[in-house]
């Protein structure tokens, strides 16, 4: 199946960003409109942090792990999914780039290495919903980040 990649700008600097998205328990507050029930193990931020979710999409419920296997500060963090029993096999992969002007670019980019027969038979669909989710992930970092950055500068 193709990937499919999700991306905005913000104004933030992208050691703030990245400082933000290596934490994994940051991850749900921009994220919980589909990813529920967050119970975390192993570090709270890098390699080996680990998040076990319920991810609610397409009118299906599926329990995810996630786990960090790349960490390099501050351009990109590289996240292992597992779902579907095992039949799922993904990596999510945040990109930070600083802008010319300004600000970062993050880019969130969904890659499946494993996928059910359904997913693969239904690809277009899964693909629009994945998307869908993912461009409402990536508006609700963008809020997260600026009250995040506010509130450590207060």
């Not at 328990?25 to 076990?52: I, K, M, N």
């Not at 990109?76 to 993904?90: C, P, Q, W």
């Amino acid at each position: 199946m193709k990937p499919v990649i999700v991306s905005i700008d913000v104004p933030q600097t992208p050691e703030q960003v990245y400082g933000f998205l290596d934490v994994m328990a940051h991850h749900e507050r921009f994220t919980d409109h589909y990813l529920t029930g967050w119970r975390f193990s192993g570090p709270a931020r890098g390699v080996g942090s680990c998040a076990t979710v319920t991810a609610a999409l397409g009118g299906t419920k599926t329990e995810v792990t996630i786990t960090v296997v790349e960490a390099e500060a501050p351009r990109r963090i590289v996240e292992h999914n597992v779902s579907a029993a095992g039949r799922r096999l993904a990596h999510g992969t945040y990109a930070i780039e600083p802008l010319r002007t300004g600000g970062t670019h993050v880019s969130f980019t969904y890659t499946w290495l494993r996928a059910p027969l359904a997913d693969r038979l239904l690809a277009p669909v899964v693909r629009t919903t994945m998307r869908h989710a993912n461009r409402t992930v990536m508006q609700r970092l963008a809020s997260e980040l600026a009250r995040h950055v506010s509130g450590a500068n207060s």
